[in-house]
Protein backbone atom coordinates (compact mmCIF):
# COMPACT_ATOMS: atom_id res chain seq x y z
CA UNK A 1 0.00 0.00 0.00
CA UNK A 2 1.11 3.47 -0.69
CA UNK A 3 2.15 5.99 1.87
CA UNK A 4 2.46 8.68 -0.24
CA UNK A 5 0.00 11.62 0.58
CA UNK A 6 -3.94 11.55 -0.73
CA UNK A 7 -5.41 14.39 -2.47
CA UNK A 8 -8.65 14.54 -0.21
CA UNK A 9 -10.68 18.03 -1.79
CA UNK A 10 -9.89 20.76 -3.96
CA UNK A 11 -12.24 23.49 -2.83
CA UNK A 12 -14.40 25.39 -4.41
CA UNK A 13 -15.61 22.12 -5.78
CA UNK A 14 -16.45 24.55 -9.23
CA UNK A 15 -14.29 27.04 -10.60
CA UNK A 16 -14.74 29.65 -13.37
CA UNK A 17 -12.48 31.93 -15.04
CA UNK A 18 -11.65 33.90 -18.30
CA UNK A 19 -8.38 32.84 -20.08
CA UNK A 20 -5.03 34.99 -18.68
CA UNK A 21 -6.86 35.51 -15.27
CA UNK A 22 -5.63 34.13 -12.24
CA UNK A 23 -7.92 31.89 -9.61
CA UNK A 24 -6.76 29.98 -6.01
CA UNK A 25 -7.06 26.43 -5.68
CA UNK A 26 -7.12 25.40 -2.43
CA UNK A 27 -5.98 21.35 -2.27
CA UNK A 28 -6.67 19.48 1.01
CA UNK A 29 -3.92 16.79 1.37
CA UNK A 30 -4.33 13.80 3.51
CA UNK A 31 -1.13 12.51 5.11
CA UNK A 32 -0.94 9.13 5.80
CA UNK A 33 2.62 8.46 7.67
CA UNK A 34 4.97 10.65 8.98
CA UNK A 35 7.74 11.88 6.82
CA UNK A 36 10.33 14.23 5.10
CA UNK A 37 9.99 14.27 1.52
CA UNK A 38 10.12 16.33 -1.79
CA UNK A 39 7.52 15.90 -4.20
CA UNK A 40 6.70 17.64 -7.87
CA UNK A 41 3.28 18.38 -7.41
CA UNK A 42 1.71 19.01 -10.85
CA UNK A 43 -1.69 20.51 -12.27
CA UNK A 44 -3.50 20.40 -15.40
CA UNK A 45 -6.85 21.39 -16.93
CA UNK A 46 -8.25 18.67 -19.25
CA UNK A 47 -11.62 18.65 -21.19
CA UNK A 48 -10.85 14.83 -22.25
CA UNK A 49 -9.57 16.37 -26.01
CA UNK A 50 -7.05 19.34 -24.84
CA UNK A 51 -4.67 19.31 -21.56
CA UNK A 52 -3.37 22.63 -20.29
CA UNK A 53 -0.28 22.02 -17.97
CA UNK A 54 -0.87 25.19 -15.21
CA UNK A 55 1.03 24.28 -11.60
CA UNK A 56 4.29 21.94 -11.93
CA UNK A 57 6.26 22.81 -8.64
CA UNK A 58 8.67 21.00 -6.47
CA UNK A 59 8.02 20.85 -2.87
CA UNK A 60 8.90 19.60 0.67
CA UNK A 61 7.10 19.08 3.66
CA UNK A 62 7.51 17.62 6.69
CA UNK A 63 4.75 15.55 5.98
CA UNK A 64 2.71 14.70 9.60
CA UNK A 65 0.12 12.39 9.99
CA UNK A 66 -3.40 14.95 9.38
CA UNK A 67 -4.62 17.42 6.98
CA UNK A 68 -2.47 19.64 4.84
CA UNK A 69 -3.88 22.50 3.36
CA UNK A 70 -2.03 23.96 -0.10
CA UNK A 71 -3.44 27.21 -1.31
CA UNK A 72 -2.18 27.48 -5.58
CA UNK A 73 -2.56 30.38 -7.90
CA UNK A 74 -2.83 28.92 -11.27
CA UNK A 75 -3.24 31.14 -14.41
CA UNK A 76 -5.52 29.93 -17.20
CA UNK A 77 -3.57 29.59 -20.15
CA UNK A 78 -4.18 32.79 -22.83
CA UNK A 79 -4.89 29.60 -25.54
CA UNK A 80 -7.51 27.82 -23.77
CA UNK A 81 -10.68 27.05 -25.40
CA UNK A 82 -14.36 27.86 -24.02
CA UNK A 83 -15.77 24.82 -21.94
CA UNK A 84 -15.91 22.93 -19.00
CA UNK A 85 -12.45 21.20 -17.86
CA UNK A 86 -11.35 19.40 -14.84
CA UNK A 87 -8.35 19.80 -12.83
CA UNK A 88 -6.15 16.86 -12.21
CA UNK A 89 -3.40 17.61 -9.76
CA UNK A 90 -1.21 14.94 -8.66
CA UNK A 91 2.60 14.41 -6.97
CA UNK A 92 5.52 12.33 -8.54
Do not use: C
Request: hydrophobic share 35%.
Amino acid sequence: TSTAPKLFIASPYVYSGEPGKKIDVSLFWEVLTDREREYLQFMHLDNGQSSYTVDDHDFLYIWSNNMITDVRTIKIPETIEDGHYDILVGLS
